[in-house]
């Protein structure tokens, strides 16, 4: 009696928010088997500090379904994840008192996590006394692994003390 419920089916495609890969570090994120300093969530979305920050504030917004490739991500969640970057921004430029940032979505290259998502990064401040890394070989005659490398090895990792703080000034903002 209940074959052709079944039937009915087996080549149905699997909803997007039930995409997991065990694996993956964002998913594992999501569904709290991992810690996280969570800034922002929602059914769709979930936004974190990123652990080696490249600037105080360094902010990650993650879809909940797993795919690999922005060009991939399914509409529903392309909008969703928009409209929290949006939000997020706006949240995060109030709390640092700071509004320039810079907003990236990686697809492949540099992408060290292989699930969509978007780095806010607040910019750094022109009156900031942080230096800045200095290449030991002209920029053109380094590889892009190379300059990935030296980007990665200048953070440092996220303070406990300091996420905390900051997702309460975050989300005193949204």
């Not at 105080?56 to 970057?85: M, N, Q, W, Y």
């Not at 692994?145 to 003390?161: F, G, I, Q, Y």
Request: glycine share 2%; proline share 7%; aromatic share 4%.
């Amino acid at each position: 009696m209940t074959s052709f419920i079944i039937d009915a089916h087996l080549d149905r495609k699997i909803p997007p928010k039930w995409n997991k890969d065990e694996s993956c570090t964002f998913c594992r994120i999501i569904d709290r088997e991992l810690p996280s300093s969570i800034v922002f969530e929602n059914e769709q979305v979930i936004a974190i500090l990123d652990i080696l920050p490249l600037r105080k504030g360094h902010t990650l917004v993650i879809p909940k379904t797993h795919v690999a490739r922005l060009s991939e991500l399914p509409p529903d969640f392309a909008a969703a994840t928009g409209a929290a970057v949006s939000k997020v921004a706006n949240a995060l430029t109030q709390a640092l008192e700071h509004t320039g940032l810079n907003v990236v979505a990686n697809q492949e290259y540099a992408q060290i996590v292989p699930h969509v998502h978007y780095h806010i990064i607040p910019a750094p401040r022109l009156d900031s006394s942080a230096s800045s890394i200095e290449p030991t070989a002209p920029v053109s005659q380094l590889s892009q692994k190379n300059m990935h490398r030296m980007e990665r090895s200048a953070r440092d990792e996220l303070d406990d003390d300091v996420a905390e703080e900051l997702v309460t000034k975050v989300k005193a903002h949204l």
